[in-house]
């Protein structure tokens, strides 16, 4: 599987950006998909999760209520909404497929290539 993440840029404080990430290789709809954070000089940290068809996501506590994960199966595509975002949100965002539904990165087996996302207060 091949992902490629895209809608990152420059917004400020308290606005939105719409994540994608576009899958191509094999079925899509066989992996489960997760965003993934890192932030200049720190650890790459868990954001979002979506099972392989949609029905459960769950996130980090810090964008909960903010942040809302979906996917569409018929167009090999998983979005992240990011809705009032703060500067702390400041990162490059991954994006990632695996078998395990899972918070933690070892748990998936591809990666996007990242798109920087900066919050300017």
């Known amino acids: 599987v091949q992902l490629q993440a895209s809608g990152g840029g420059l917004v400020q404080d308290g606005g939105s950006l719409r994540l994608s990430c576009a899958a191509s290789?094999?079925?899509?709809?066989?992996?489960?998909s997760g965003w993934f954070r890192q932030a200049p000089g720190k650890e790459r940290q868990f954001v979002a999760a979506i099972s392989l068809t949609g029905g459960s996501g769950y996130y980090a506590d810090s964008v909960k209520g903010r942040f809302t994960i979906t996917r569409d199966n018929t167009k090999n595509t998983v979005y992240l909404q990011m809705n009032s975002l703060k500067s702390e949100d400041t990162a490059v965002y991954y994006c990632?497929?695996?078998?395990?539904?899972?918070?933690?990165?070892?748990?998936?087996?591809?990666w996007g290539q990242g798109t920087q996302v900066t919050v300017s207060s």
């Open positions: 990632a497929a695996g078998r395990s539904f899972s918070s933690r990165s070892a748990g998936y087996d591809y």
């Open positions: 290789g094999r079925a899509f709809s066989g992996y489960a």
